[in-house]
T-cell receptor, first 117, second 112 residues
């Protein structure tokens, strides 16, 4: 079956522009996660969704970052007024249930590489 | 703050077993221990997870200390394809919050 997909695979933008990153999770997965990975570093947790709800937004780096999920499916991560420090690979993952217990294996997408010039 | 501590890097010879350690002294009673790995230029992939008992699957084994404050991922025969960054992670937060703190992981280098 289809895995997690993300689009675009690469995005180059100018400082100050807004960008939207899309994630299509595996069908039926109720939980969805966004991470950021800067070059040579580990994964930085950003936000998770249970259904269409994001109970904890404290991981978002600033108020320029926002995320939404609709139809318990597609999710969009939006970065407004991009800055050079936003350059990173943005990874999306989904799981059958919320992580921590059983049925919680996260399946990752290939990521979107964002470059802010 | 990261809830797990791992060595930055390790090396192994091909065809030999590899033991990747992880310390998680602040683990709570209901936290599962998860291991993921990230091959070069790819997203992370699930390896194994456990709660209290040792676990085996086709990829690896997970040995969990009796006090659950540490665990070890065991690759029985390392191959060149196992060269990756291995992350040991716990569910972070209280019930209702489900952050995963990946940390920087252990970079495993497999020598031919």
């Amino acid at each position: 079956g289809a895995g997690v997909s993300q689009s675009p695979s690469n995005k180059v933008t100018e400082k100050g522009k807004d960008v939207e990153l899309r994630c299509d999770p595996i069908s039926g997965h109720t939980a969805l996660y966004w991470y950021r990975q800067r070059l040579g570093q580990g994964l930085e947790f950003l936000i998770y969704f249970q259904g269409n709800s994001a109970p904890d937004k404290s991981g978002l780096p600033s108020d320029r970052f926002s995320a939404e999920r609709t139809g318990e499916s597609v999710s969009t991560l939006t970065i407004q007024r991009t800055q050079q420090e936003d350059s990173a690979v943005y990874l999306c993952a989904s799981s059958l249930a919320l992580a921590g217990g059983k049925n919680n294996e996260q399946f990752f997408g290939p990521g979107t590489r964002l470059t802010v010039l | 703050d990261a809830k797990t501590t791992q060595p930055n890097s390790m090396e192994s010879n091909e065809e030999e077993p590899v033991h990747l350690p992880c310390n998680h002294s602040t683990i709570s009673g209901t936290d599962y221990i998860h291991w993921y790995r990230q091959l070069p230029s790819q997203g992370p992939e699930y390896v194994i997870h456990g709660l209290t008992s040792n676990v085996n699957n086709r990829m690896a084994s997970l040995a969990i200390a009796e006090d659950r404050k540490s665990s070890t991922l065991i690759l029985h025969r390392a191959t060149l394809r196992d060269a990756a960054v291995y992350y040991c992670i716990l569910r972070d937060g209280f019930a209702g919050t489900y952050k995963y703190i990946f940390g920087t992981g252990t970079r495993l280098k497999v020598l031919a």
